[in-house]
């Protein structure tokens, strides 16, 4: 029998990471394999490496920390649980209200991460800016 998805070094691969980084972040809780093979092999779907991808994007690209990449991805993950609920057709309209209501809660969430984030790119720039000040007054 063929099982789902591929295997780690191809997911790996895909993924522009090591198989080392791959079975780390699922050792901290930041990504879980699809599925396992009779024999335990780790098997991903395509929506797996996207969410390699978006932890690489999160670290790399805006400078989180895994802590709050956690964070950020658990939010995103609530909001697609909501938005199937909404999407399922059959959400009463005081529902689709109380659900509007926790997206921008979990939203909120996000961008007060953004926020702190923002704040020490900053404080970091500023930095910088003062070096260059210093150097160019020794010109």
């Known amino acids: 029998m063929v099982q789902p998805g591929i295997r780690i070094g191809e997911a790996a691969a895909r993924a522009d990471a090591s198989v080392r980084t791959l079975r780390y972040y699922e050792e901290v809780g930041l990504l879980e394999p699809s599925s396992r093979s009779a024999g335990g092999e780790r098997r991903y779907s ?5 969410r390699v991808l978006r932890i690489r994007e999160l670290k790399s690209l805006m400078g989180f920390n895994l802590d709050e990449i956690k964070s950020i991805l658990a939010a995103e993950d609530e909001l697609a649980v909501l938005k199937e609920e909404v999407n399922s057709g059959s959400v009463e309209v005081q529902r689709r209200r109380e659900i509007r209501l926790e997206a921008i809660r979990i939203l909120e969430r996000v961008r007060e991460r953004i926020a702190v984030q923002a704040g020490r790119l900053k404080v970091f720039d500023d930095e910088i ?11």
């Open 46 to 50: 395509y929506t797996d490496i996207e």
């Open 129 to 139: 800016a003062r070096r260059i000040e210093r150097i160019q007054a020794k010109l």
